[in-house]
């Protein structure tokens, strides 16, 4: 059976289901799984399945802990909600790939991860006749994704956080206008950074945790990382059917290193990447620690790709771990002089698959009104970072796939500024100015928060 350790070391292993449960480990790391399969020798067999077959030969390998049928059926309800029948098209836009991730309910990446990790819930709650408050931090799209994913659904409660005035209106739409019993929007006066860390807090008081059954929908819950994994592999097998490269590369516009860091995955698995080109908008730490060694905080800016707006970025604790050899005790000494400090220096250069550049607002938008110009193909601002980054970190020999996360009418007045036309709308998008809307404004404090959730779901502590 895979099993699944913190990347701290004080936890023990878990299964699958448990670690989905779980969310984050009870030391305060991350979970990774023990080994991550080699499937090199699988990869011919896999080119030509469907989506949805491709995500349950990758996913049981990691999550075999559910019956077949039990997951084939989880993964079809999960991906029946999308518009388009690959699930994740690849589009050739000029001698680019565009990997578009925007066709599920809310329009944006997270869904691929977050409709499946709805039915998962579900189906681990019935299975032990429990229930669940999911806590989650938004910068814009995960709130979406994840109510979308759970609103309605019997034994979930759902508090997301984000911060107040700091998401586009159309994002902030999608959350509030969601009216469900279960559902709760709360809008933190501060930075994205502020509500994740009221999500750890919550769920490093043990005894608060342990009364109310807290659930993480973030990407520090793993299967999120898992359902992101599978779309490397399938754009990589249509880019590789259309060009004949052996090896390709990928752009992600990244903010809290989680869908990177699934792409990191896959290249360990064995998946033929050559390079996975990190992007970053002006809050760049994660730029600059792969292009000086350090990992230094810097103050949040807000700009025109609001869900990469963040410094700590929780993932890149996954990544560390493999850094530090796998040793939990490194792991440890870095994490505890990064929170001392606000810095911290690894001392390691070498990054194996990982190149890293930033995008900033005049870069976006030049790349949008570029592609529009000349392509007639709309880029949402954090697309553009991406596509802007890509362009620095060419290779003649693997072509370039770059990662689209939302469709552009989620930041319509950023096509607007770059292109002078009010071109990106979605029939589901504009019906939302029309709805009522609901939310908490809320002081960024973690004893607001831990009040508002034992008044909803009952409990003293």
């Avoid at 342990?210 to 880019?239: C, E, M, T």
Wanted: glycine share 8%.
């Amino acid at each position: 059976m895979m099993r699944y350790i913190s990347t701290r070391g004080g936890s023990p292993a878990l299964g699958f289901t448990d670690t989905i449960l779980t969310g984050l480990a009870r030391d305060g790391g991350l979970f990774l799984p023990e080994q991550i399969p080699d499937v090199r020798a699988q990869l011919d067999a896999w080119r030509n399945l469907p989506y949805t077959e491709l995500a349950f030969e990758i996913m049981r390998r990691f999550a075999d802990d559910i019956p077949d049928d039990t997951l084939r059926e989880l993964i079809r309800k999960s991906y029946g909600t999308f518009n388009h029948p690959e699930i994740t098209p690849v589009v050739n836009v000029g001698d680019l790939h565009i990997l578009e991730l925007f066709h599920g309910p809310t329009l944006a990446f997270k869904d691929v991860a977050l409709q499946f990790l709805g039915n998962l819930f579900e189906y681990a709650l019935a299975t032990t006749n429990a229930e669940m408050n999911i806590v989650a931090a938004t910068s814009g799209d995960t709130g979406s994704a994840a109510i979308y994913g759970v609103r309605g659904r019997k034994r979930i409660r759902i508090f997301v956080m984000h911060p107040h005035g700091r998401v586009s209106p159309v994002q902030e739409r999608q959350m509030t206008t969601v009216l469900d019993s279960n559902v709760r929007n709360l809008a933190v006066e501060g930075t994205f950074d502020d509500c994740q860390n009221i999500v750890k807090a919550l769920f490093n008081d043990l005894a608060f945790r342990d009364a109310h059954k807290l659930g993480a929908v973030n990407s520090i819950n793993w299967a999120r990382v898992l359902a992101q994994i599978v779309y490397y592999f399938y754009a990589a097998f249509r880019v590789q059917e259309t060009t004949g490269a052996a090896q390709v590369r990928v752009a992600v516009p990244t903010g809290n290193f989680g869908d990177i860091f699934a792409g990191y995955v896959a290249w360990r698995m064995g998946l033929p990447i050559d390079k996975l080109v990190l992007a970053t908008n002006e809050n760049d730490i994660l730029a600059r620690y792969f292009s000086t060694g350090v990992y230094s905080l810097g103050d949040v800016s807000p700009t025109l790709s609001p869900s990469m707006d963040i410094q700590v970025a929780s993932n890149f604790e996954r990544y560390l771990y493999y850094l530090a050899d796998e040793n939990a005790e490194t792991l440890r000494g870095w994490m505890a002089t990064f929170k001392a400090a606000g810095a911290l220096q690894t001392g390691i250069t070498d990054h194996a698959c990982f190149d890293a550049g930033r995008g900033d607002t005049a870069m976006t938008l030049a790349t949008i009104r570029t592609y529009w110009e000349q392509h007639r193909y709309l880029l949402d601002p954090h697309t553009a970072v991406g596509v802007a980054v890509a362009q620095t970190c060419r290779s003649a020999s693997a072509p370039m796939i770059c990662l689209a996360t939302a469709h552009p009418a989620k930041f319509s007045d950023a096509i607007v500024r770059a292109t002078g036309q009010d071109l990106a709308h979605h029939p589901t998008l504009d019906a939302l100015m029309h709805l009522p809307t609901r939310l908490n404004v809320i002081p960024a404090e973690t004893a607001t928060v831990a009040q508002i959730i034992r008044g909803t779901s009952g409990g003293e502590t």
